[in-house]
């Protein structure tokens, strides 16, 4: 049975969809762990409607009884490192690379080979050490309001810090995940000093101190607030797919723009989600069959599509939304960086004032 024909199927599995019900789910997803044959345990960071329809697929396949269990990101991998050995999860799925690294430094994931990833996923998308290997991409970039930014002024990330922005640039807090990765990246790239004077200049060119999330920021963009921010690429396409006319608004007054892609440029910035199998995992050889199942050309498909992001795997499908987005230069710098350079990253944003 395809991933498409199993949209409207009754879930068949043991789910769970809120942390909430943390206790409950522990109990029962043991009580699982314990007896079952078959089975796979899953924490996921991705909404249920956004990984629902490929475990099933997955189930169907492999004859695979899958227990999800779906919450915010960091209190998910609070939950692993208190469960610690005890833990029933057998695998971990959750975005950014960032958060990846943490999950891996916590001691909450083992490393895992296979012939099929190593085929499928480059190799700057997964872990070094093979502790975490990507799902899908989303790049985080430039977007601009056309009536007031011409896209011939847009160049490059570090442009961002010319004078010439002043008062024109929103950002979301330094806090925020997917900033550290951004700066992260930006440090393997040009280095501690160059970084620093980065981060010194667009603070100084912000239009309002740091805000919101990446879709209050593209809707100040929409509505002047400023000129230009930086956001991932899927929210811009989660507004473009919006049912809401307030939504549709914001997306076509808003543009994307690809930074550093000229020639001898290291491209845009892209990041993943992605997946581990956790230290405690008893069904292993399942949690790795989840995993490959979801790196084939189909599940890429429509993982990516039902997320407004890029597949990993080279000739899998991009989403028909995506596609005017056009063609551009990714950054092949390897996502391990990302969480190396993390402690770094917010080191130099607490000292250039980005709150």
Not at 14 to 32: K, P, Q
Not at 123 to 144: C, E, M
Not at 150 to 161: F, K, Q, R, V
Request: proline content about 4%; aromatic content about 8%.
């Amino acid at each position: 049975m395809t991933l498409r024909n199993l949209i409207n199927k009754l879930d068949r599995r043991v789910t769970f969809g809120r942390i909430g019900f943390a206790a409950l789910a522990s109990s029962l997803l043991l009580a699982n762990h314990a007896q079952a044959q078959g089975e796979v345990n899953i924490y996921s960071a991705r909404k249920q409607a956004l990984i629902a329809p490929a475990l099933d697929a997955f189930s169907e396949q492999h004859d695979v009884v899958v227990n999800l269990i779906t919450g915010s990101a960091d209190a998910l991998l609070s939950r692993l490192r208190a469960e610690g050995s005890a833990s029933p999860a057998d695998l971990f799925i959750t975005v950014d690379a960032g958060r990846l690294y943490r999950a891996k430094a916590a001691g909450v994931l083992q490393p895992l080979e296979s012939d099929v990833l190593a085929a499928n996923i480059p190799s700057h998308l997964q872990d070094a050490d093979k502790y975490w290997f990507g799902l899908s991409q989303r790049g985080r970039v430039i977007f601009y309001n056309p009536e007031t930014v011409s896209p011939s002024e847009l160049s490059t990330y570090e442009d961002l810090a010319d004078p010439k922005w002043q008062g024109r640039i929103c950002v979301r807090s330094s806090a925020n995940i997917y900033n550290q990765s951004l700066v992260a990246s930006m440090l393997e790239a040009s280095g501690r000093e160059k970084t620093q004077l980065w981060i010194n200049g667009l603070v100084s060119n912000l239009a309002r101190p740091p805000f919101g999330g990446d879709v209050d920021l593209l809707k100040a963009v929409a509505a002047g607030v400023c000129d230009v921010t930086l956001a991932n690429t899927y929210y811009y396409g989660r507004l473009g797919q919006s049912a809401n006319p307030d939504d549709r608004k914001v997306y076509e007054s808003v543009k994307l723009f690809w930074p550093n892609q000229a020639d001898g440029e290291r491209g845009a910035h892209m990041n993943v989600s992605g997946a581990g199998i956790t230290a405690a995992a008893t069904n292993i050889e399942n949690a790795k069959l989840v995993i490959e199942f979801l790196t084939n050309h189909e599940s890429q498909a429509w993982y990516a599509d039902v997320n407004n992001e890029y597949p990993v795997v080279e000739g899998a499908q991009v989403p028909k939304m995506l596609q005017p987005f056009g063609e551009f230069r990714a950054d092949t710098l390897s996502l391990s960086k990302l969480g190396e350079n993390n402690r770094k990253a917010v080191e130099l944003m607490d000292i250039g004032g980005w709150k």
